[in-house]
């Protein structure tokens, strides 16, 4: 069985400080982790993933996460935060099996 | 290039109705996943189709839920005699295969029962 557990229903930032969207995760195997955010009224859009090499991903926008074996994390990053970063962020996990399983989301705010 | 359409964007219904939502992933694409997002929710796995294999149905809620894929291209979830917690945003995505790669998702049907 996998999980995915995004702790933080919300997470309020201001413009230009740094921001972190929690993830941790459960798989049997090596994990697949992904991360998507979706902006209002649009569909999900795939930010980064990881796959296997280096622990620190870097995808979209400015965004990078780090995965922690030990921790079993993999938490997103952005070293400064832009008002359209405004949006929900998804994690998503999967091991050999093709089925990803999805966190409940995080609601990023950032304030100008 | 065109991505992963779904229609209708919206469908309104009364309770008991059975509805059919389309989604046309991106071309060439093998891999097709149904998911269920409800208000406040994180998505739900529904359903998934791999080229001709048989599909994982493994998250399909009850059995008045139903998808096809025909052609190995479009798909069609059928819900029947739908219900007022049927209600959702019922999300497509496609994959080049059902490997490690992204998935690529429409802009969803939002279903409202009444």
């Known amino acids: 069985a996998q999980s995915v557990a995004q702790p933080e229903d919300q997470v309020n930032v201001a413009e230009g400080n740094p921001l972190t969207v929690k993830c941790t995760y459960s798989v049997s195997g090596n994990p697949y982790l992904f991360w998507y955010v979706q902006y209002p009224n649009r569909g999900l859009q795939f930010l980064l993933k990881y796959i296997t090499g280096d622990n620190l991903v870097k995808g979209s926008y400015g965004f990078e996460a780090e995965f922690n074996k030990s921790q079993t994390s993999f938490h997103l990053k952005k070293p400064s935060a832009l008002v359209s970063d405004s949006a929900l962020y998804f994690c998503a996990v999967r091991d050999k099996e093709p089925k990803s399983t999805f966190g409940d989301g995080t609601t990023l705010t950032v304030k100008p | 290039g065109a991505g992963v359409s779904q229609s209708p964007s919206n469908k309104v219904t009364e309770k008991g109705k059975d509805v059919e939502l389309r989604c046309d992933p991106i071309?060439?694409?093998?891999?097709l996943y149904w998911y269920r997002q409800s208000l406040g929710q994180g998505l739900e796995f529904l359903i998934y189709?791999?080229?001709?294999?048989?599909?994982?149905k493994s998250g399909l809620p009850s059995d008045r839920f139903s998808a096809e894929r025909t052609g190995g291209s479009v798909s069609t979830l059928t819900i029947q005699r739908t219900q007022q917690e049927d209600s959702a945003v019922y999300l497509c995505a496609s994959s080049p295969e059902m490997g490690a790669d992204t998935q690529y998702f429409g802009p969803g049907t939002r279903l409202t029962v009444l």
């Open positions: 071309s060439g694409h093998t891999a």
């Open positions: 189709f791999q080229g001709n294999s048989a599909p994982d």
